[in-house]
């Protein structure tokens, strides 16, 4: 996928300004918050719960090379075909390579944000094969040529006016604000491509280490029937997304779907292991697993490790208020919110991304509600320290920050220019506030007044008052 | 649960002002209201002079060069018993938290911050879960709604305390607003790198105060207040910015600084 990262402010002003857009946030983000506050509310253990996940994948993460390789040994063993990427080049390779082999001309793809990291479609595409995204939210996007702005509801920034106006556009379907009717027009579509398809392609929310399963947690049936339908079976999925054991499963079930839709549980749970054995009714003939690395063992290595424990529920994003503002396309890459604003970064280094980590008030409503106990503020905080050492920062934010710092070494000069400023600022504004400032703070004053400065400040005051003289 | 201080209840309780340089610059009146509250629930009351700031600003911004220049400042300008009690949760936050990560590698000034951060106390949560304060005594009146500053409840898990208070001044019609925990956009230097986005928060932040019909709208920080009273003022909403502490103090206190 594109990246477009560091223009965050200017696709932020445009989202601002789009109506349809803040129309489609304001219907939708505000109820996934709702559904997964009362759920989690409904859950006495989810606390403990969540402890629990962390531990867990925090022990994923201290041993990711033995689990990793536990697991590709049992999905061998039932006939699994792994392939390992080391970045996105690769992948693109690996996949084209797979569908040449398996003389593959269609291709039914299930949701998989890491396949976006990779630019997966645009891979089997350059390969000859048409890949349909079965996903609604996926689908409505690829008709649109967009990209996903969320990481479980790809098309929530489309309202249904939009939707029904694409269908017209690209199915020849008769436009309507119903949306069980735009629903069956997908589904209709769909069932043709899923009957003529020679490949599935799925994501992957979990990997069991002990038995080489792959496990997907769906809600619209798309995931079960390209896996099960089509004659050989893709699932792209990056390597932090292994759990030590099945037994581990419930765990990560009960925080994933509370966490991201606030369902108790997905519609649809899969778990895949292996191709079709003597006598299974149905499944691939073939199963290929394409493991994605792409910058996650570099991430392993160092201070944000904690960042690949995430499950990838969206919880970040539906509790950020500034998500909420902008939605996810104006944080140019795949994944958005708080998650996006940290992993973006680290995925494909910090100059291509440094005005992400900028984009948080550090409110810690992310870190609140994040099912796996990522620190996240923490981790943007870190981030906007690592722009200052990789000289990143602007000379201007630098000198004013040795300006402000230097003023603060002395009470006494600090008291000084507090009361120059209380003197000017009654002169000129009589105590009101100040409707207009120079930059770098003339942003605030657009729509907001800036405080007068007072006219004497407490220090001053209190010396006064208690007659001290120092 | 309430903080031990291993100190005779009947002694004296000394408290050192970290008054904050924003308040110092803005709004003193919160300040003097602060020493106020605290000297009516016996605390002795010192004012360390050679405060300036906290350096929050400059370690949100990454710039941890100048914030810990700063920090270390701040940890030589406090003595080494005692309370330290702030009007601003974000202030204390950073104290207690930021200063760790600051100084992780310097173990003398690490172990210092540490301590430090161990006596510090946002004012409402110094006087409810310290001072076990039910009732604050103060003669304000009118309808109140709180606004939960997010480095007070998130950072430093201070949500009852405030609330208590309020709801224990006679004179007070304590409304809650919806979504009160939601940040209201002012975010430091968020509020001057992403401004748009900013005022986008706090539209939506003062719509929710508006709805509940409050003549005043109070929190534990004025960085929020600043900032939610810069919008109400340009636009002349009918609602007034006023910080807690000067409505623990009670009517005499802090006018100057209201709205």
């Known amino acids: ?55 867990i994948k925090g022990d994923v993460l201290d041993h990711l090379d033995t689990y990793l390789a536990r697991f590709i040994e049992e999905a061998e063993k039932r006939g699994t075909i792994v392939h390992v990427a080391r970045d996105a080049a690769q992948a693109r390779e690996i996949a084209a390579r797979i569908a040449w082999e398996e003389g593959i001309t269609l291709a039914v793809k299930s949701k998989s944000m890491a396949s976006e990291e990779v630019s997966f479609n645009e891979a089997l595409q350059g390969a000859g094969v048409t890949v349909v995204e079965s996903d609604l939210g996926e689908f409505i996007i690829q008709l649109a040529g967009e990209a996903p702005s969320h990481i479980i509801a790809p098309a929530v920034h489309k309202t249904r006016e939009e939707i029904s106006l694409l269908f017209e556009r690209h199915l020849g379907e008769p436009r309507t604000d119903s949306i069980p009717e735009l629903v069956g027009m997908a589904r209709k579509h769909l069932r043709a491509k899923f009957l003529s398809a020679g490949m599935g392609v799925s994501g992957g929310n979990f990997l069991v280490a002990d038995t080489g399963s792959v496990v997907l947690v769906t809600n619209e049936g798309n995931g079960r029937m390209g896996t099960v339908l089509p004659r050989v079976h893709l699932a792209v999925v990056g390597i932090e997304k292994v759990i030590p054991r099945m037994a581990d499963l419930p765990t990560f079930l009960r925080l994933l779907p509370r966490s991201a839709s606030g369902q108790v549980i997905s519609s649809y749970v899969s778990i895949v292991t292996g191709t079709r054995r003597a006598g299974d009714p149905e499944g691939p003939e073939r199963m290929h697993l394409l493991l994605l690395d792409c910058g996650r063992s570099a991430i392993l290595e160092g201070k944000y490790r904690e960042i690949l424990k995430c499950i990838r529920c969206a919880a970040c994003l539906n509790s950020c208020p ?32 440094a005005a992400l980590p900028d984009a948080s008030t550090l409110c810690g409503a992310c870190a609140d509600v994040c099912p796996v106990k990522i620190p996240l503020p923490d981790f943007l905080l870190e981030l906007r320290s690592d722009a200052r050492e990789q000289g990143l920062k602007t000379p201007g934010e630098i000198a004013a920050m040795k300006g402000y710092a230097g003023v603060m070494k002395r009470a006494g000069l600090l008291e000084a220019i507090e ?36 006219a004497e400040p407490f220090r001053k005051q209190w010396k006064i008052k208690r007659g001290v003289t120092r | ?59 949100n911004s990454g710039n941890r060069k100048e914030a810990r220049a700063m920090a270390r400042k701040f940890l030589l300008s406090f003595p080494d018993d005692g309370f330290i009690v702030t009007p601003s949760g974000s202030c204390a936050a950073m104290v207690k938290h930021g200063y760790p990560v600051l100084f992780r590698d310097e173990p003398r000034m690490l172990a210092r911050a ?35 500053s997010c480095h007070l409840r998130r950072g430093l898990g201070v949500i009852e305390a405030p609330r208590k208070l309020l709801r224990a001044v006679p004179g007070i019609e304590f409304v809650e607003m919806e979504e009160s925990d939601r940040c209201c956009g002012f975010g430091g230097v968020f509020s001057l790198k992403y401004p748009q986005i900013s005022c986008k928060m706090t539209e939506r932040k003062v719509e929710r105060i508006l ?24 636009i002349g909403y009918p609602v007034k910015t006023i910080h807690l502490a000067e409505i623990l103090a009670g009517k005499t206190a802090g006018k100057e600084d209201a709205g």
Not at chain 1, 30 to 49: K, M, N, S, W
Not at chain 1, 335 to 350: D, F, M, Q, W
Not at chain 2, 127 to 142: C, E, W, Y
Not at chain 2, 220 to 226: A, I, K, N, Q
């Open chain 2, 1 to 59: 649960m309430p903080y031990t201080t291993g100190m005779d209840p009947k002694g004296p309780i000394p408290v050192s002002l970290f008054f904050t340089c924003l308040a110092d610059a803005f709004s003193p009146g919160v300040c003097t209201a602060t020493v106020e509250v605290l000297e009516r629930f016996g605390a002795t009351v010192r004012v360390p002079l050679s405060q300036t700031c906290c350096g929050q600003p400059a370690f």
């Open chain 1, 1 to 55: 996928m594109e990246l477009n990262a560091n223009a965050f402010g200017r696709n932020a002003r445009k989202a601002l300004l789009d109506k349809t857009l803040q129309e489609a946030l304001g219907r939708t983000t505000g109820r996934f918050q709702a559904h997964r506050d009362a759920a989690v509310a409904a859950l006495p253990e989810f606390e403990a719960t969540r402890e629990r996940a962390s531990r």
């Open chain 1, 322 to 353: 500034v998500y909420q503002s902008v939605g996810g396309h104006a944080y140019g890459w795949v994944y958005s919110g708080p998650i996006g604003a940290v992993l973006t970064p680290l995925l494909v280094g910090l100059p291509e991304a």
């Open chain 2, 211 to 234: 709805a509940t019909g409050a003549s005043y709208v109070t929190s534990g920080d004025l960085g929020c207040l600043l900032n939610i009273g810069g919008l109400i003022s340009r």
């Open chain 1, 419 to 454: 009361r120059i400023a209380g003197v000017l600022g009654q002169f000129f504004t009589k105590g009101k506030g100040i409707s207009g400032l120079p930059y770098p703070f003339s942003g605030w004053t657009e729509r907001r007044d800036f405080p007068a400065p007072a």
């Open chain 2, 114 to 148: 540490r301590a430090i951060g161990e006596r510090i106390f946002e004012l409402s949560q110094f006087l409810v879960d310290v001072l076990g304060v039910t009732d604050p005594k103060s003669d304000f009146s009118g309808k109140v709604t709180y606004h939960d």
